[in-house]
Nanobody
């Protein structure tokens, strides 16, 4: 089992920044690829970014150049730095852990409880 706890969400104006953190406990964190997903009201959960155990990163097109995913295996933590935020980034953000690496929610085995990000215009 892997337990994931997100933090760092909040209310920010358009153009602002937030950094989300996801602290992991349980099984060896470094063995897992980590992903960030988001879900807006009335919409399906969508892929945002992922990072492999070795540090390779992947982003959905709409956040590329604005968001940065990183991980600190010594701290069992993955981060999502979000810059130049837009109102359409408003959603509940979830971190997830997977033994593989992909963009589909079904490919992830463990999930956090989510943290709300609201971007005002």
């Amino acid at each position: 089992q892997v337990q994931l706890v997100e933090s760092g969400g909040g209310l920010v104006q358009a153009g602002g920044s937030l950094r989300l953190s996801c602290a992991a406990s349980g099984r060896t964190f470094s063995n897992y690829a980590m992903g960030w997903f988001r879900q807006a009201p009335g919409k399906e959960r969508e892929f945002v970014a992922a990072i492999s155990w070795s540090g390779n990163t992947y982003y959905t097109v709409s956040v590329k150049g604005r968001f940065t995913i990183s991980r600190d295996n010594a701290k069992n933590t993955v981060y999502l730095q979000m810059n130049s935020l837009k109102p359409e980034d408003t959603a509940v953000y979830y971190c997830a852990a997977s033994r593989g690496l992909g963009t589909r929610p079904t490919g992830y085995d463990y999930w956090g409880q989510g943290t709300q990000v609201t971007v005002s215009s």
